[in-house]
């Protein structure tokens, strides 16, 4: 499709929700989005990858992408369609599920899978790169290793055994675990020559190690040393294993793969393809491994021209900091970016009551025709570290300390101080629970360039969730802004004075005709706590004017003849 052909991306606000964020199903945030409250608020819906049938990282590993059942439906989807609400989802390109109809194969067929070269296999990629351990996997030399990065300690590798007992070591970036099964006495009698009694005590000491998290060659079977490699033959045959595997994207598998997907979205109804962990697929002995470069850039050219066939506007997903400039390649090599520098930046000025840091960041988007979707929270963390360079690191670390402060949790990346990778908080939270701190953000976020995409909770005001990250255990911080509501407790809390403030600024956005991607806008010069912002598209202008030291700030939309459309007041007495 040519680009004169092409229907501009709207940039009305745009909601964001996992399918069971607000009732438990999709079907329930349709009904919702159907009250009177949330009409007209909202032009699409970004819906997260747990709509798909997946199994880890609350969507981001995906076996395949057929809607997920307890979740969402065709007619939920056609029910969206027609109420005129467009739609944002995911493909992720760097990996695919252990579960995955793929790897599966490869599981069963082994070296005869047809797939055998879609996912990245460790030992072939490095060949001639590293010594061969004993482990059976190749360990690369420094000179190539010392550049790369990695998002877990040690190597990214699953080593997985195949029909004919060969170890053999995949490419894996995120989440891995094997799990051994438990074994039953007539298993035992069954897989080798042993009296009940013997089995009965032999079963128990398997059991035992295996649920204390020992693998197999680990186990001390005391007495029983005769039977130790038939047991531990037997307890590897029946292995499961979870992860996300890496994909090889120099596979003309992959690609068949990438335009199948892209096509079921189309089905689906989507207009704007989220580009998830895009950064790590393009791998290169020596290299970073993340954001190579060519390879990164070919990558999202191919990307691009693929999903153009189905009239797909791609983003790409990408956290790097302001130093790096990578937004401004993005915009230079004509894709949206994400706006990960705002929800930093909203914090820094209500915070310190300076639109300083933020004018920078206006003029930049406008010198580099920067287009994006911009946010407060998100379904992860609030990522502060992306503002070096365009923030002094000692300010960043005020930031974090705030937050933090405030009941935010920092996850370190496996374990190294100087890499924050986000801080995790509900955006309400950061803001010291101050409505007129939340409602001012939301009005500065509404004037920002971009498509707004508005996080259910901090729609809703809501709050760290404590109870949630004690819930999901180790590595749950992320629970913290993922609150999953009731039908009820959403209609309750539609009620709330600072939710129906931002329902009537987005009903706003979304009408009025000055904002959109090819809209002008003009910045005035003000003292550093003022900010005042004017857009001016088909013949309609809106203007805000915000006081970052007391909060308050006004909107008005007018015609072109100057009749008032809009006026809103806030924080005034």
């Not at 940039?11 to 007209?40: H, K, R, V, W």
């Not at 550049?147 to 060969?166: A, T, W, Y």
């Not at 970036?173 to 438990?182: A, H, R, W």
């Not at 009820?488 to 600072?498: G, N």
Request: proline share 4%.
């Amino acid at each position: 499709m040519k680009d004169k052909d092409k229907k501009p991306l709207h940039a009305g606000p745009m909601l964001n929700a996992y399918p069971d964020s607000m009732g438990g199903t999709l079907g329930d945030i349709i009904s919702l989005l159907q009250l009177p409250e949330l009409e007209q608020v909202f032009q699409s819906f970004y819906i997260l990858p747990s709509i798909f049938n997946t199994d880890l990282d609350r969507g981001f590993s995906v076996i395949d992408y057929e809607l997920n059942d307890l979740y969402a439906t065709r007619e939920d989807l056609a029910v969206l369609k027609n109420m005129n609400i467009a739609l944002k989802l995911d493909i992720i390109l760097n990996h695919s599920s252990v579960l995955s109809k793929q790897f599966q194969d490869i599981l069963i067929h082994g070296e005869h899978s047809k797939y055998q070269d879609f996912f990245i296999k460790w030992n072939d990629f490095w060949k001639g790169y590293g010594e061969l351990t004993e482990e059976g996997y190749i360990k690369p030399e420094e000179k190539y290793m010392k550049n790369m990065f990695f998002r877990k300690p040690g190597l990214p590798i699953l080593s997985v055994l195949m029909p004919d007992g060969k170890e053999v070591p995949y490419w894996n970036t995120f989440y891995q675990e094997i799990k051994y099964k438990t074994i039953g006495v007539q298993s035992l009698m069954k897989a080798m020559d042993i009296q009940y009694a013997a089995a009965l005590k032999l079963s128990e000491i398997m059991n035992a190690s295996i649920l204390e998290g020992k693998k197999p060659k680990e186990i001390d079977f005391g007495p029983f040393k005769q039977y130790r490699d038939r047991a531990i033959g037997l307890l590897e045959s029946n292995r499961e294993y979870l992860g996300q595997m890496d994909l090889n994207i120099k596979s003309d598998l992959v690609w068949d793969f990438y335009k199948e997907t892209l096509s079921k979205l189309k089905t689906y109804g989507a207009d704007l393809i989220r580009l998830d962990a895009f950064a790590y697929a393009p791998k290169e002995p020596g290299e970073r491994n993340f954001l190579n470069d060519p390879g990164t850039w070919e990558l999202l050219k191919k990307i691009k021209i693929l999903a153009e066939q189905f009239d797909l506007e791609v983003l790409p997903e990408i956290h790097a900091k302001y130093e790096e400039k990578i937004h401004e390649r993005l915009a230079k090599e004509g894709y949206m970016t994400y706006d990960f520098f705002l929800p930093g930046l909203l914090l820094d000025a209500i915070e310190k009551h300076s639109n300083q840091y933020l004018l920078q960041w206006l003029w930049d988007i406008r010198e580099y025709d920067i287009k994006t979707v911009n946010m407060l929270g998100c379904h992860d963390g609030i990522p502060l570290l992306d503002l070096k360079g365009l923030i002094p690191d000692k300010e960043i670390e005020e930031l974090i300390g705030l937050v933090v402060a405030r009941g935010g949790q920092v996850k370190d990346l496996h374990g190294k101080k100087n890499i924050y990778y986000q801080v995790n908080a509900a955006y309400y939270s950061a803001l010291g629970e101050d409505d007129n701190k939340l409602l001012l953000a939301r009005a500065i976020q509404l004037f920002m360039p971009g498509k707004p995409q508005i996080w259910y909770l901090d729609l809703l005001a809501g709050k760290n969730d404590y109870k949630g990250v004690k819930r999901a255990g180790e590595n749950g911080h992320k629970e913290i802004n993922r609150t999953n509501l009731t039908v009820e407790q959403v209609k309750r809390e539609l009620k709330r004075k600072v939710v129906k403030e931002q329902l009537k600024l987005l009903r706003f956005r979304n009408s009025c005709a000055a904002f959109g991607f090819d809209s002008d806008l003009k910045v005035f010069q003000t003292d550093k706590h003022i900010l005042k912002l004017k857009w001016e598209n088909n013949e309609e202008s809106a203007i805000l004017k915000a006081n970052l030291k007391t909060y308050c700030f006004e909107i008005e939309a007018a015609d072109k003849e100057g009749n008032i459309k809009f006026l809103y007041k806030a924080g005034f007495q």
